[in-house]
Antibody, heavy 118, light 110 residues
Framework: EVQLEESGGGLVQPGGSLRLSCAGSGFSVRSNYMNWVRQGPGKGLEWVSVIYTNGITYYADSVKGRFIISRDSSKNTLYLQMNSLRTEDTAVYYC????????????WGQGTLVTVSS | QSALTQPASVSGSPGQSITISCTGTSIDIGAYNYVSWYQQHPGKAPKLMIYDVSNRPSGVSNRFSGSKSGNTASLTISGLQAEDEADYYCSSYTSTTPYVFGGGTKVTVL
């Protein structure tokens, strides 16, 4: 059974850093196109970042230069390093799997809440 | 990359059919048949309902159907049920970002 489980969320001050993790089971993180999608309080879904099977990465303009997506194949885990955090980064962060790089996101984690506030 | 455009809300009575539109541009919906739809209940993760414009994943009711014309995709829910009350989001592959979501539509069952 395919499962995704995020962790690492919490309260951080503006300008701070946080690293999110997404542990996969029942499939290979390295062999899929793995994404981070976020949802601000009372807002819609916003795509954040993707790492392709070949290691190429893409980012939304809103996080480019501040966030870094990566994976550890030995742990079958996806990561999102978030630096220079802003209040507008406050959101529930979901990891989601895309099998072929064109969408859809067929499996999602339960989400982890990141709150950026002083 | 701007978000795809969805109506903020759509409502219908039990048993009726409703349609949610999702309007994009020639670099996303108009260019690819990679449109998907997601259902999200409060406090829950999104669930894939439709992929590649009109395909249903295993386990999704055949009351849900999708279509596309030009730069606009649509999700139709037939035989509306109380459990269908949720937020719905469209998404498309794009030639730029490479993914974009719609702003979301709240479906209310009257």
């Amino acid at each position: 059974e395919v499962q995704l489980e995020e962790s690492g969320g919490g309260l951080v001050q503006p300008g701070g850093s946080l690293r999110l993790s997404c542990a996969g089971s029942g499939f290979s993180v390295r062999s899929n196109y793995m994404n981070w999608v976020r949802q601000g309080p009372g807002k819609g879904l916003e795509w954040v970042s993707v790492i392709y099977t070949n290691g190429i990465t893409y980012y939304a303009d809103s996080v480019k230069g501040r966030f870094i997506i990566s994976r550890d194949s030995s742990k079958n885990t996806l990561y999102l390093q978030m630096n220079s955090l802003r209040t507008e980064d406050t959101a529930v962060y979901y990891c989601a799997r895309d099998v072929d790089g064109y969408g859809p996101f067929d499996f999602w984690g339960q989400g982890t809440l990141v709150t950026v506030s002083s | 990359q701007s978000a795809l455009t969805q109506p903020a809300s759509v409502s219908g009575s039990p048993g009726q059919s409703i349609t949610i539109s999702c309007t994009g541009t020639s670099i996303d919906i108009g260019a690819y048949n990679y449109v998907s739809w997601y259902q999200q209940h409060p406090g829950k993760a999104p669930k894939l309902m439709i992929y590649d414009v009109s395909n249903r994943p295993s386990g999704v009711s055949n009351r849900f159907s999708g279509s596309k014309s030009g730069n606009t995709a649509s999700l139709t829910i037939s035989g509306l049920q109380a459990e269908d009350e949720a937020d719905y989001y469209c998404s498309s592959y794009t030639s730029t970002t490479p993914y974009v979501f719609g702003g979301g539509t709240k479906v209310t069952v009257l």
